[in-house]
Every structure is written in structure tokens, then in C-alpha cells.
């Protein structure tokens, strides 16, 4: 049976519009899904950083979530003196919405980073010990690589200087070049290295060679082969974030207590 050009061209629309149906319902209702899958994969990352995910067992939902409530404190701080401000509620707080909103945010100073805007207040993450003392404080951190901006946290020590870990959660940069930066034994090289010399100024970078142990060498870290723009990009995150314009004052808060 013949049915015409006509029967054809609304034939191929109803399909068209069924699939778009399909597609963008399955989009919208996956959508809580995602964000409560993205939400976790950070808790776990926060975790991992500071040392706190179990190292034996399977590292299901429930025992992230228990973790994570049991031993880390998100708190919300003014990053311009350092100090904690309970008045911004930290649940609600949206790190990405806050820095588009002028209210909010500033301009930020010309920057290696490459950090176009940073927010007056900043979410962080304390690390509590079994008494429920800080032992650690975990800084979200971030700054453009080679192809794409990395987002991570740094793990301290709570003397506000000693570093503790590095992790990204995400990045753009080529597996097996700039992606990594996810490499276990990479990130390995960062714990014991210290962030300020002696007079206050942030020191740690990524260098291209052979940086020594921590000890001998406490704010130098070797770069990747094939990803030096990557590491350079590090280097400059750091710069940024742990200087004034950053996590400083809240940094020197903390070495000034540990003394
Ligand atoms: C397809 C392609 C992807 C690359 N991806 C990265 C990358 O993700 N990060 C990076 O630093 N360099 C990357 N590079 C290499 C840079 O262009 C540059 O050569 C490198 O960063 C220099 O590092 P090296 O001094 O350790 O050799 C890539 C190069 C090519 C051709």
C-alpha cells in the first residue's frame, strides 16, 4: 500500500517527538539522581583526602554517608579575615552559584590561576579526630590545566601548613597526560610537603625533574612527564588559593594557634 510523501514526513515526527519525550523525561527525572550521585562522589573524595575512607570493606553509599557525617564538619568561612560565619547556612551554600552573584563575589585580582571571580565566603571541611578535635582542614581549590579547569581539595594539617593530600573531582585534561593527576602514586608525592616558608609566603609548587622526600624538600613536588602545563596549573591553583586572596588568612589563623 502506497500512503504519499505526507504519510512518511509525519510518520518520521511522531517518532521524533516520542524519542524527544522519551529523552528529556529520562533527563529530567534522572536529574535528582545525578546530583545526589555527584553529591556523594565529593563526600567520598573528601574522605579519601583526609585520610579517613576505611581502608578495609566495601565503600558502599551507606558507609560513606555514615563517615562523613561521623568525622568531617563542613563549615562556612569569610575568606577575607578567615574567620567562621555561621550566618550563611552551609547545607544550602552553592559554591558555583555564589560566584556568579556580585553580591557575593568580586573580581578577581589578575591571577596565573586564571580565577575570574572569588566569593567573599568559602565551604570547608574539618576533619575530626576521635575526640572530635580538628585534625585536618580540606580547602576546595581550583584553576584552569591545559584544556580545562580541575576542581579539587587540599587536605592540612592542622598546623595550617603541612599538606596532607591533593585530589581533583573533575577535570578535562587527556588521560594519560594531564589526567594524571588522578594517579595514586602522583598524589602520593604531596603529603609532608609544606605550603609556607618561614615568613608566611606560599611555596609549594609543582617543579619539572626530581623533587626530594618531604623532608629534604618540603614544598617542591615532581611534575608529570608529558603534563607540564597541567602541573603548571596546579602550581598557580595553589598560588591562588592558598595566598591572600584565598584561604591565607584562614591558613595564618591556624599556624597562629598551632604556635
Ligand atoms: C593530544 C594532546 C593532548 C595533550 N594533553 C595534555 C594535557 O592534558 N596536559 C598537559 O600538560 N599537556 C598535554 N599535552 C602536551 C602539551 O602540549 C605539552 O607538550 C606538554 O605539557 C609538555 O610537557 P613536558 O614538558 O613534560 O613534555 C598534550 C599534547 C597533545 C598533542
Known sequence: MNRGPLYTVLFALAVALVCSVLVSSAAVSLAPRQAENQALDREKRILEVAGL????????REVVRAQFEA?????????????????????????RR?????????????????????????RIYEALDDAGGIERVILPIEGKGLW????????VDRDGTTVRGLIYYAHG???????????PRWRALWAGRKIFDAHGAVRLQVVKGRAGPPEADPHRVDSISGATLTTN?????????????????YLAGLRGAAR
Open 53 to 60: 575512607l576505611p581502608t578495609s570493606g566495601a565503600i558502599t
Open 71 to 95: 568525622r568531617i564538619r563542613p563549615r562556612i568561612i569569610r575568606l577575607e579575615t578567615g574567620e567562621a560565619d555561621t550566618s550563611v547556612d552551609v547545607e544550602a551554600f552553592d559554591p
Open 148 to 155: 580545562s579547569t580541575l576542581y579539587g581539595y587540599l587536605a
Open 233 to 249: 596549573g596546579v602550581t598557580h591553583m595553589l598560588a591562588f588559593w592558598m595566598g591572600e586572596h584565598g584561604f591565607g588568612p
Open 173 to 183: 585534561e587527556t588521560p594519560g597526560l594531564g589526567g594524571e593527576v588522578d594517579n
Open 98 to 122: 555564589v560566584v556568579k552573584d556580585p553580591k557575593t563575589s568580586r573580581v578577581a585580582p589578575a591571577n596565573a590561576a586564571q580565577v575570574l571571580r572569588v566569593p567573599t565566603h568559602a
